[in-house]
């Protein structure tokens, strides 16, 4: 990486990435399942990660502006925000990671074009929003999605090995094709 830019890039689509590796393999019911301590599930995860890229790049591509403003009552909001986090049976794991792809290629698109210093209003209607910050430049949202994309795969991590035992280095290299037959099992335990 050569740059700040290259770097931001570089850095948001390998966590980007491990989605597609935590999901490698599982069947939609799998990826629906929360079976460990939290109400936490692959598909809700990766549904998640789409989300909340959407919601933060709108914000940068709106800025120095802001998106326009949701009229729906928040309630509404709030219970879409809230389904955000689940697999409902009506949503296949392909989807999801098909919506997901798309939405990364969107947000990778504009790390490379917007304006690094530009301000990000903060919103101020919405409760779990600091009321004393008016603005966050886009190199801020780009490091906050980058954080909770990294964040969240860890919760899928968790989530992958309580499933069925498989961790990130072996479904990394399962993804690209490798047979490691268990030589990682020692390590990962």
Known sequence: MSDERSALREFLAFHQSAY????????????????SA????????????????RSWMARVA????????DTRPFEEIAAEFADQHVMRPDETLAGLLAALEIQNAASLRLVETADLDAAVPVPQDIPWFPKNQRA?????VILHVINELARHAGHADIVRETIDGATMYELVAAREGWEIQGWLKPWSR
């Open 20 to 35: 597609f590796a935590v999901s490698h393999g599982l069947r939609d019911e799998q990826a629906r399942s929360a079976p």
């Open 38 to 53: 939290s109400a936490l599930s692959i598909g809700g995860l990766v549904k998640h990660a789409t989300g909340m890229q």
């Open 62 to 69: 709106a800025a120095p502006g802001a998106p326009p403003k």
């Open 136 to 140: 966050w430049s886009v190199r801020w």
